[in-house]
């Protein structure tokens, strides 16, 4: 006996680019008076309904498990006949699995309801992601009001799930987001805009409300189960790399290999076991029928509970099925991950060829670090000593360097050490930092300090430990460069094999700022010491005499850093403003030196962070 269906009258959207055939989903959102959040209904295409157990459609879906989105074709799961029958449209009635609730204003979706839907010809209206933004911002447009309440849901939603820890995250400008096994995945040029978001997130409300309501009803389906790595790193702290990252391609492309490396799949099993990535109790694949075979298959148990017809698959096969397509999933996996392995070897070994000089810093990098596998080879002992020189080694070029085992390698590792201490003392905690991201299994670069001297007139010492070798004490007049030079030294120590094993440093007997003059002597408990004079409002003296603009620019902030502990200043200090909506933040950086300031603003932190810095050196050096 078929179960009763169910219909109504508001306009379902079908978010897509304007170019997809294969249309899964249509949805409704609308306010609930009072604010008290949002009615949601989601329909979901009936594909069980068209594509028969054991057909021709059915046995092209298991052989290919999904539709494949290639460059200029698709080659869809069902093949193009069964799909186009059971797509939802615009002019053609279609059956459909039926999920309704309500998201409350703090990003929850309860009262859910699971039943068989029926949507009549003309109510779904096709919304490309383009167009979205636009309509978001015209109040007289006939979509304007479903599509910011669905936005406005989606919003609560995702803010939930950050709240949480799950791995949330977009970038609609660069073209990236966390799938749900927390690995950053491309998003299509046409699908960069908020509607990305708001599907995504109502799919993922709805997938995670039919696995409850599943468990509910004690219906065995193929729930998404997603285990945790432990050494991945906690979930909070992948967020933030993550958005730390993503303004530096070099890093954000060693963190999404290593992500992928580190995160487990997410696997197909009869029982519950969690998802830890997208920090829920239960989840499953629902919302795609038309796209992943897994989802069809629940699809056709939770209709036939829905009909009172018996289960189409016994407990054995239903086992067997998520088995095979486990199994599948990790060998396309493995097999995306040697591809691009073996492509990039193949690119870096015709780069490595030629001449090194005219290669660019991404590309010079992933020489560098082929060629740091094997005993250095004239030609990069050159490229790096000449590149040194140059100002033009980053902090992943050092990171890569320091690993390299060979003997033949330490004369050139030790003069990049040493040139960079002395140039760019504030590179050592990224060189450090960056280290530590490729090796997630290896124990961070441990600092210690020590403070001696007068409150007035402190001294600091530091020492670094790497990989269990302990670097020598370093002493400066304030604790930030004594750590940053203890990390040069804890890495010459390194390399080197030599333990410095004083428990204490030794402290130089003269003061090491003498143009600072002692404060007065204190009239009373509550006398206040005056400031050193790189603390007061007034513009400081600045050493530029030999300052070269071009080479400033080339890495303001370093230079910046440099240009104050030459100056006997404080470190530049940077405060950050954050605008925007969630999916198109922009930045605001200040940065402050000897009583100088310069703001700049752009899409990302590290990017605002730079430009505001190049802002500064552009006034100092306009003001010579």
Same mark, same amino acid.
């Given at each position: 006996?078929?179960?009763?269906?169910?219909?109504?009258?508001? /306009?379902?959207?079908?978010?897509?680019?304007?170019?997809?055939?294969?249309?899964?989903?249509?949805?409704?959102?609308?306010?609930?008076?009072?604010?008290?959040?949002?009615?949601?209904?989601?329909?979901?295409?009936?594909?069980?309904?068209?594509?028969?157990?054991?057909?021709?459609?059915?046995?092209?879906?298991?052989?290919?498990?999904?539709?494949?989105?290639?460059?200029?074709?698709?080659?869809?799961?069902?093949?193009?006949?069964?799909?186009?029958?059971?797509?939802?449209?615009?002019?053609?009635?279609?059956?459909?699995?039926?999920?309704?609730?309500?998201?409350?204003?703090?990003?929850?979706?309860?009262?859910?309801?699971? *039943?068989?839907?029926?949507?009549?010809?003309?109510? !779904?209206?096709?919304?490309?992601?383009?167009?979205?933004?636009?309509?978001?911002?015209?109040?007289?447009?006939?979509? $304007?009001?479903?599509?910011?309440?669905?936005?406005?849901?989606?919003?609560?939603?995702?803010?939930?799930?950050?709240?949480?820890?799950?791995?949330?995250?977009?970038?609609?400008?660069?073209?990236?987001?966390?799938?749900?096994?927390?690995?950053?995945?491309?998003?299509?040029?046409?699908?960069?805009?908020?509607?990305?978001?708001?599907?995504?997130?109502?799919?993922?409300?709805?997938?995670?409300?039919?696995?409850?309501? !599943?468990?509910?009803?004690?219906?065995?389906?193929?729930?998404?189960? =997603?285990?945790?790595?432990?050494?991945?790193?906690?979930?909070?702290?992948?967020?933030?790399?993550?958005?730390?990252?993503?303004?530096?391609?070099?890093?954000?492309?060693?963190?999404?290999?290593?992500?992928?490396?580190?995160?487990?799949?997410?696997?197909?099993?009869?029982?519950? $076991?969690?998802?830890?990535?997208?920090?829920?109790?239960?989840?499953?694949?629902?919302?795609?029928?038309?796209?992943?075979?897994?989802?069809?298959?629940?699809?056709?148990?939770?209709?036939?509970?829905?009909? =009172?017809?018996? /289960?189409?698959?016994?407990?054995?096969?239903?086992?067997?099925?998520?088995?095979?397509?486990?199994?599948?999933?990790?060998?396309?996996?493995?097999?995306?991950?040697?591809?691009?392995?073996?492509?990039?070897?193949?690119?870096? #070994?015709?780069?490595?060829?030629?001449?090194?000089?005219?290669?660019?810093?991404?590309?010079?990098? %992933?020489?560098? %670090?082929?060629?740091?596998?094997?005993?250095?080879?004239?030609?990069?002992?050159?490229?790096?000593?000449?590149?040194?020189?140059?100002?033009?080694?980053?902090?992943?070029?050092?990171?890569?360097?320091?690993?390299?085992?060979?003997?033949?390698?330490?004369?050139?590792?030790?003069?990049?050490?040493?040139?960079?201490?002395?140039?760019?003392?504030?590179?050592?905690?990224?060189?450090?930092?960056?280290?530590?991201? #490729?090796?997630?299994?290896?124990?961070?670069?441990?600092?210690?300090?020590?403070?001696?001297?007068?409150?007035?007139?402190?001294?600091?010492?530091?020492?670094?430990?790497?990989?269990?070798?302990?670097?020598?004490?370093? /002493?400066?007049?304030?604790?930030?460069?004594?750590?940053?030079?203890?990390?040069?030294?804890?890495?010459?120590?390194?390399?080197?094999?030599?333990?410095?094993?004083?428990?204490?440093?030794?402290?130089?007997?003269?003061?090491?700022?003498?143009?600072?003059?002692?404060?007065?002597?204190?009239? *009373?408990? *509550?006398?206040?010491?005056?400031?050193?004079?790189?603390? #007061?409002?007034?513009?400081?003296?600045?050493?530029?005499?030999?300052?070269?603009?071009? %080479?400033?620019?080339?890495?303001?902030?370093?230079?910046?850093?440099?240009?104050?502990?030459?100056?006997?200043?404080?470190?530049?200090?940077?405060?950050?403003?954050?605008?925007?909506?969630? $999916?198109?933040?922009?930045?605001?950086?200040?940065?402050?030196?000897?009583?100088? /300031?310069?703001?700049?603003?752009?899409?990302? %932190?590290?990017?605002?962070?730079?430009?505001?810095?190049?802002?500064?050196?552009?006034?100092?050096?306009?003001?010579?």
């Amino acid at each position: 006996m078929a179960s009763p269906t169910t219909t109504d009258l508001s /306009t379902l959207l079908m978010i897509d680019s304007a170019s997809a055939r294969d249309r899964d989903d249509a949805l409704a959102v609308t306010p609930l008076p009072g604010g008290r959040g949002w009615a949601v209904e989601v329909h979901i295409a009936g594909v069980a309904d068209v594509v028969g157990l054991g057909s021709v459609a059915d046995e092209q879906a298991f052989l290919r498990a999904e539709t494949r989105y290639l460059p200029g074709r698709t080659i869809p799961m069902l093949g193009a006949t069964a799909e186009q029958a059971a797509t939802l449209t615009t002019d053609d009635a279609r059956t459909s699995l039926r999920v309704t609730g309500t998201v409350t204003t703090d990003g929850r979706l309860i009262d859910v309801t699971v *039943g068989r839907g029926q949507i009549p010809s003309g109510r !779904c209206v096709a919304v490309d992601h383009a167009r979205v933004p636009v309509v978001l911002t015209d109040p007289a447009h006939p979509l $304007h009001a479903p599509l910011t309440a669905a936005d406005a849901a989606a919003q609560a939603l995702l803010g939930a799930r950050r709240d949480g820890g799950a791995l949330a995250f977009y970038d609609l400008t660069r073209g990236w987001a966390a799938n749900e096994d927390g690995a950053i995945v491309p998003i299509a040029a046409e699908l960069r805009t908020v509607a990305y978001v708001i599907v995504q997130e109502l799919m993922i409300a709805t997938n995670e409300a039919v696995a409850l309501w !599943c468990i509910e009803q004690g219906l065995p389906i193929l729930f998404r189960n =997603h285990r945790p790595n432990p050494v991945a790193g906690p979930a909070d702290e992948l967020m933030t790399e993550i958005a730390t990252t993503a303004g530096d391609p070099d890093l954000f492309a060693k963190l999404r290999g290593r992500l992928l490396s580190t995160l487990r799949a997410a696997t197909y099993d009869p029982t519950v $076991h969690g998802h830890y990535g997208l920090r829920l109790s239960a989840y499953t694949h629902v919302t795609s029928p038309l796209r992943r075979v897994a989802d069809l298959i629940n699809q056709r148990i939770i209709l036939a509970h829905l009909d =009172h017809s018996p /289960t189409p698959y016994t407990g054995d096969q239903l086992a067997a099925l998520g088995a095979d397509l486990n199994r599948r999933t990790r060998a396309a996996r493995e097999a995306k991950k040697n591809h691009f392995k073996h492509a990039d070897h193949r690119l870096v #070994t015709q780069e490595a060829a030629r001449d090194l000089t005219a290669l660019d810093a991404r590309t010079f990098h %992933k020489v560098l %670090k082929t060629a740091a596998t094997a005993p250095l080879r004239d030609e990069i002992a050159a490229e790096l000593a000449r590149r040194v020189d140059a100002d033009l080694l980053t902090a992943p070029d050092v990171a890569v360097l320091i690993d390299a085992a060979d003997p033949s390698w330490l004369p050139i590792q030790l003069r990049v050490l040493a040139t960079l201490a002395d140039a760019h003392p504030e590179m050592g905690p990224s060189v450090v930092s960056v280290w530590r991201q #490729t090796h997630p299994d290896q124990p961070a670069t441990d600092v210690e300090t020590r403070q001696n001297g007068a409150d007035h007139h402190p001294l600091f010492a530091a020492r670094a430990t790497h990989q269990g070798i302990r670097g020598p004490w370093t /002493t400066a007049a304030a604790k930030k460069p004594a750590e940053q030079a203890a990390l040069w030294a804890g890495l010459r120590a390194h390399l080197t094999d030599t333990d410095h094993t004083d428990p204490e440093p030794e402290w130089p007997a003269a003061p090491q700022n003498p143009d600072v003059p002692a404060p007065p002597a204190s009239e *009373g408990p *509550g006398a206040v010491i005056p400031r050193p004079p790189h603390d #007061t409002t007034a513009p400081a003296a600045l050493n530029l005499d030999v300052a070269k603009k071009s %080479k400033a620019l080339s890495n303001p902030t370093a230079w910046l850093m440099s240009l104050a502990q030459n100056s006997h200043q404080a470190p530049p200090e940077w405060e950050f403003r954050t605008d925007g909506p969630a $999916h198109a933040l922009r930045f605001t950086a200040t940065v402050s030196l000897a009583g100088r /300031t310069a703001t700049a603003e752009a899409t990302a %932190k590290t990017a605002a962070k730079t430009a505001s810095a190049a802002a500064l050196v552009e006034a100092l050096f306009a003001r010579q």
